[in-house]
T-cell receptor
Framework: GAGVSQSPSNKVTEKGKDVELRCDPISGHTALYWYRQRLGQGLEFLIY????????KSGLPSDRFSAERTGGSVSTLTIQRTQQEDSAVYLCASSLAPGIRANVLTFGAGSRLTVL | AQTVTQSQPEMSVQEAETVTLSCTYDTSESDYYLFWYKQPPSRQMILVIRQEAYKQQNATENRFSVNFQKAAKSFSLKISDSQLGDAAMYFC???????????????FGQGTILTVHP
């Protein structure tokens, strides 16, 4: 597609429920990143995909968080047994292969998650 | 690990005036990239300007320019002739040019909210 698409745009859930957030990157972008942005804060790195593999999962805050990417395209971030501290905007970004010096990340508009 | 610090939580400027946003970073690397991103209320992160560390010349994009001081590890953004549409949260970000598993990952500062007064 023309840009990075994320869905849902907004999600309200009850504590303890599972949620799935989807990211559809720009066509041809092999690298995909998930970030978390708490209210009024900067972006925290969660996970990086190159193709379907995730060389860097160091930012996932707990084992309740997982992500996968299939077909080198769409990625899903899953949060199990949601907690109130999971409330945040989850941003996805994609780019061409990181080895390219001119590489720039393009971000989606994010999914705002509210856990009641 | 690299860190990025934006010491100004909020800044304001009059329309048509000039404002400078500060950013400092800490790294032991010599080859890296620095970025300024803009995030309006729509949440969409928009790349404003990029600087490659090996280039001594400061990057410029229309009304936006940077003052890159490599020895001081400082990377400030100057917005000239400020417009109402410049109002947003601005983030400074660092990216290593080295390889490895985190190649391409951005490290962000905490952001500066810019208000533009008419």
């Amino acid at each position: 597609g023309a840009g990075v698409s994320q869905s849902p745009s907004n999600k309200v859930t009850e504590k303890g429920k599972d949620v799935e957030l989807r990211c559809d990157p720009i066509s041809g972008h092999t690298a995909l990143y998930w970030y978390r942005q708490r209210l009024g804060q900067g972006l925290e790195f969660l996970i990086y995909f190159q193709g379907n593999s995730a060389p860097d999962k160091s930012g996932l805050p707990s084992d309740r968080f997982s992500a996968e990417r299939t077909g080198g395209s769409v990625s899903t971030l899953t949060i199990q047994r949601t907690q109130q501290e999971d409330s945040a905007v989850y941003l996805c970004a994609s780019s061409l292969a990181p080895g390219i010096r001119a590489n720039v990340l393009t971000f989606g508009a994010g999914s705002r998650l509210t856990v009641l | 690990a690299q860190t990025v610090t934006q010491s100004q939580p909020e800044m304001s400027v009059q329309e048509a005036e000039t404002v400078t946003l500060s950013c400092t970073y800490d790294t032991s690397e010599s080859d890296y990239y620095l970025f300024w991103y803009k995030q309006p209320p729509s949440r969409q992160m928009i790349l404003v300007i990029r600087q490659e560390a090996y280039k001594q010349q400061n990057a410029t994009e229309n009304r936006f320019s940077v003052n890159f001081q490599k020895a001081a590890k400082s990377f400030s953004l100057k917005i000239s002739d400020s417009q109402l549409g410049d109002a947003a949260m601005y983030f400074c970000a660092y990216r290593s040019a080295a390889g490895g598993t985190s190649y391409g990952k951005l490290t962000f500062g905490q952001g500066t909210i810019l208000t533009v007064h008419p």
